[in-house]
T-cell receptor, first 114, second 117 residues
Framework: EAGVAQSPRYKIIEKRQSVAFWCNPI?????LYWYQQILGQGPKLLIQ????????DSQLPKDRFSAERLKGVDSTLKIQPAKLEDSAVYLC????????????FGPGTRLTVL | AQSVAQPEDQVNVAEGNPLTVKCTYS??????LFWYVQYPNRGLQFLLK??????LVKGSYGFEAEFNKSQTSFHLKKPSALVSDSALYFC???????????????FGAGTRLFVKA
């Protein structure tokens, strides 16, 4: 089966600019996650969708970050405006809806904010 | 509140020797525990999980992990390390108690494993 797809793989922008990332999960996976992974740290959950509804966005900086999964399939994560501290790898993952389902991760998007 | 700790930033082991990567956790309910591996320039890959039942679980690439409820630990092990096992390993935990309709996963900070030939 096809894995989780993400694009772009790399992005370099200047602070205060905007950027968007795209994710296409594994077909049939109800749950989609966006994580931020700063160098040397573990992934931090930004937002979790179950189908097209948000079930957890408690750590999403909502003044600058937004995400949507309109049709319950693919998703976009946007940052506007970007700050230097947003430099990180943004990982998308998907899984089945049950808590014992493991997550499948995409290759990530490496964002550099100058 | 749930949390997970990986006390070692780095583990060094010689090829052919056994390896252990440590993980401890804290949850309110029963834990669902996972190990993931991240090879350079690649996304995280699932290795194994503990949900219930036998405390020793086996996973991909010859890895296994032992769940210890009294010590709240879930250490990753392999009897004989390979150079190709060198990677970043993450322990993750979910609390079985429902959380706002979803199940939040908390990842540890990661442990870098170096296997020397």
């Amino acid at each position: 089966e096809a894995g989780v797809a993400q694009s772009p793989r790399y992005k370099i922008i200047e602070k205060r600019q905007s950027v968007a990332f795209w994710c296409n999960p594994i077909s049939g996976h109800a749950t989609l996650y966006w994580y931020q992974q700063i160098l040397g740290q573990g992934p931090k959950l930004l937002i979790q969708f179950q189908n097209n509804g948000v079930v957890d966005d408690s750590q999403l900086p909502k003044d600058r970050f937004s995400a949507e999964r309109l049709k319950g399939v693919d998703s976009t994560l946007k940052i506007q405006p970007a700050k230097l501290e947003d430099s990180a790898v943004y990982l998308c993952a998907s899984s089945g809806r049950n808590p014992d389902n493991e997550q499948f991760f995409g290759p990530g998007t490496r964002l550099t904010v100058l | 509140a749930q949390s997970v700790a990986q006390p070692e930033d780095q583990v060094n082991v010689a090829e052919g020797n056994p390896l252990t990567v440590k993980c401890t956790y804290s949850v309110s309910g029963n834990p669902y525990l996972f190990w993931y591996v991240q090879y350079p320039n690649r996304g995280l890959q699932f290795l194994l999980k503990y949900i219930t039942g036998d405390n020793l679980v086996k996973g991909s690439y010859g890895f296994e992990a032992e769940f210890n409820k009294s010590q709240t630990s879930f250490h990753l092990k392999k009897p004989s390390a390979l150079v190709s096992d060198s990677a970043l390993y993450f322990c993750a935990v979910r609390d079985s108690l429902r959380y706002t309709g979803g199940f939040k996963t908390i990842f540890g900070a990661g442990t870098r494993l170096f296997v020397k030939a």
